[in-house]
């Protein structure tokens, strides 16, 4: 593979290039070099690993270590490379053991003897008083934190500016392995709620920020993904991300481990999105291998009381090490600005579950950046779909008991919703193992049990719109962010095609706009809104249709279309603050600000029947509860927001106008509000 960029030429030569840097203790890329090296201790299991593939090379038998840090290279590259590595490591291990860039217990040994998981064990006690040099490892104890002090202390902060990267193992002393509690947790998840920029980086303009997620438990169950990109980013800055961005979720014994990578778009192209999507696939495999080791070689016990959990938090380091290592070999290191892998332990997510802004933690990289990173634990996860209506007409809207749509699993993230002349269409994500989509079809007054859509194994976040001949289209992004378009026929889901190639920076919208479909999106690498319309009937739907929406007011989030009485709407969130923006799409006026419209969340608009048009959004306000007001199109005029009866649940919500058979208690049309809860 050769990944190449603007400023970085990543191909086979450079690697091997990069390698021979790493064992003569130079730095490898990036903005700014780390300021300090790890001593020999921490590299020791990429020793192991480059070590492994030279003795692969020269036929000798490799013991389980070695196996076991190659099958992480060996996704990274092919059997030759992983040979050529091993060349390398072989001609540069005298200059390796001389810049003291491995440890003596590994470059002592003769070429034919392996180092194996036992020989980790027997040299632990030797090597931990050298382990204990290096500050960007750290164990964090939540019951034993001093009141309103922050989970990583100052002196662990500037060692990971000074690294690029750390480890913490997440432990609750208080939270006895006995606990009833805690032995009751079976599924945990944790999710991420936000992150705020203290210090952008040093490149000239805004940053656009990302993050690499990878994680996995000691049961196997596993998570990964790449945020969007959270554009426009300066100092101060509170970005919230976007509903479902999960770390991880699932069953879990003793351990969940992490890797997150924070990321300032800057030089990579889309083959190195691309990668970075593949390498982050097996890093949630190491993670998973990370636990299970661990778990062999740790016990749960309280903390201090165990002091082998003292050598967990070594071990992971030295495997956190090793990541990094190889992925500076791999990557566009321009673009990195700090990772960390983390460990909690049972107790640890017990102690954190459904509690706002415990696990809050620094990714400060110097002047490549400061960012905090807040997350949230959860424990087993019920999620369903709410659904409230009220008629329209000429008077404020009063909006009827609400009901739930019959579900059989979890659910997530913003649903979409639209009406044809006989029918309403929900699509929604599945929560949050998997990342398909899920569907229901109102008709004859009785909702269909929510089905999966077949083939679709990648989605964020989806729109979906009739056209005019009464036919549904969906359009969604895929986990690398391309666009993508599907349509109902029958009861069946066909691909029409990848419409967009690596181009939308988060959900898109949908919306029909006469005989075509309108779709808008916020660009990946520009930040900007872009709108294009298209023939439902045809795939010529790419990159090329969408056209750049200058806008007077700097905006952030995902747009939203809904049709008007007499034309299609754009919905957006201001920048500066917060409120929802308005424009009438295919005209592009300026965007005007609709009162009292601060929110978070992404809004929903449509008709609303009667000559109106409708806006629910989850009010700042009112603690994120849904509000919902009506626009007079012919006056220009806002109606006060008033709460509908579904205002719980922390997502945004779906908004839809049909005028359904049979409906006899709705003479204009009815409104219809959609959320999770």
Known sequence: MSVSTDNVENSQSERLERLRAQLHGRPVGRRTPPKKTPVPAANLLYGVMLRGAARLDAGLELTDLEEQMLSFLRVMASEEEVREFGRVYREEEASARSARVLPGVLTARGMDEGYAFADLVKDMPDLRAEMAAQSNLNLVDLDRLPEGAPLDSPEFVQALADYGTGVT????????????????????????????????????????????????????????????????????????????????????????????????????????????????????????????????????????????????????GMIAMAIAGLIKLFNNPDDFVSERTFVWDRAALQASIDKTDVLAWSFDAGSDGDFVLVMQAKGTIKRGLRLSSAPAGPAAPVWGKHSDLPVQHATTGTPALAASEDRMLCVVRGYPHDNHLYWSMLQGGTWSPLAQITGIDDATQASVAADSAGNFHLVYADATQRLKHWALQGTTWVYMKRTVNGFTGGAPALCRFGSALACGVRGRRDGQLHTATFDPGSTAFGEDAFEPLATNVP?????????????VYMAVRGRDDQHVYLTTYGVKPDLVKVPNSATRFTPAIGAAGYGRLGLAIRAESDGHKVQFATYKETDKIWSPFTKPSIADGTEAPAFAFATLPGDTGAQYGRMYCLHNH
């Open 169 to 316: 193992v997440v432990t609750a002393s208080d939270h006895r392995p006995d606990d009833a509690e805690v032995a009751a947790i079976s599924e945990v998840g944790v999710d991420l709620n936000y992150f705020k920029c203290y210090r952008e980086s040093g490149e000239v303009g805004r940053d656009e920020i990302y993050w690499a997620l990878a994680g996995s438990s000691d049961l196997g169950g596993q998570r990964k993904s790449l945020t969007r990109e959270y554009g426009g980013i300066s100092s101060g800055d509170f970005v919230y991300f976007d509903a479902g961005t999960v770390l991880f979720q699932g069953q879990m014994d003793n351990f969940v481990s992490a890797h997150i990578i924070c990321w300032e778009a800057d030089h990579s192209n889309d083959d190195w999105y691309d990668e970075l999507q593949r390498t982050m696939v097996k890093l949630a495999d190491f993670m998973k291998e990370l636990a299970n080791r661990l778990r062999e070689y740790g016990g749960h016990f309280p903390v201090p009381e165990y002091h082998d959990l003292i050598d967990y938090v070594e071990v992971a």
């Open 555 to 567: 905006t952030i989030g995902d747009p939203a279309l809904g049709p008007g009485s007499g034309s």
